[in-house]
């Protein structure tokens, strides 16, 4: 799996209820979801991604409830990839059930800024920061991960026979 975009970041400890507040939880409707991601911590945030960003955060992203809405929000906002620190255990979970590119990288996200350009090869496990041409090596994600990842989550992967 590859991944190229530019990166939005944020900092340590950003809990679902920030990721999508719990008044928008009362729908389903994956867009709807996603013209609210962020909007507690980052009102530019809908306005300024792009499909294929890079979300990169610091530790224990996805905090708080085990809400699915959460990565959903994100994955529909248009992030492809999100690289942290360190995960919610149930967030990181969650975001592999609805196939969004999540991974843990302390060094790549401790250097990495706004703005900057990065490209991900998760299948060798390399994310390349294309602004400051540094590289950093990760775990790439195991064969059934990226096939759940890449078929778009969980219940496609089931229901295309890809998981068993």
Aim: net charge negative; charged share 25%.
């Amino acid at each position: 799996m590859k991944y190229n975009g530019t990166v939005i970041r944020y900092g340590d400890n950003v809990d679902t209820d920030v990721i999508i507040p719990a008044r928008y939880l009362n729908t389903s409707d994956k867009k709807e979801l996603a013209s609210h991601c962020m909007e507690d911590l980052d009102t530019t945030f809908v306005g300024r991604v792009k499909p294929g960003d890079i979300m990169v955060a610091g530790w224990n992203f996805g905090c708080g409830s085990s809400r699915e809405h959460a990565p959903i929000a994100i994955k529909e906002s248009g992030i492809s990839l999100v690289i942290a620190k360190s995960f919610a255990r149930i967030f990181y979970r969650n975001s592999i059930n609805i196939g969004l590119g999540i991974v843990e990288c302390p060094e790549a996200a401790e250097e990495i800024s706004e703005g900057d350009v990065v490209e991900a090869d998760m299948d060798q496990g390399v994310i390349y920061n294309r602004t400051t041409g540094k590289e950093y090596r990760t775990a790439p994600f195991p064969e059934f991960i990226q096939k759940i990842i890449e078929n778009g989550g969980l219940i496609s992967s089931i229901a295309d026979g890809i998981i068993r």
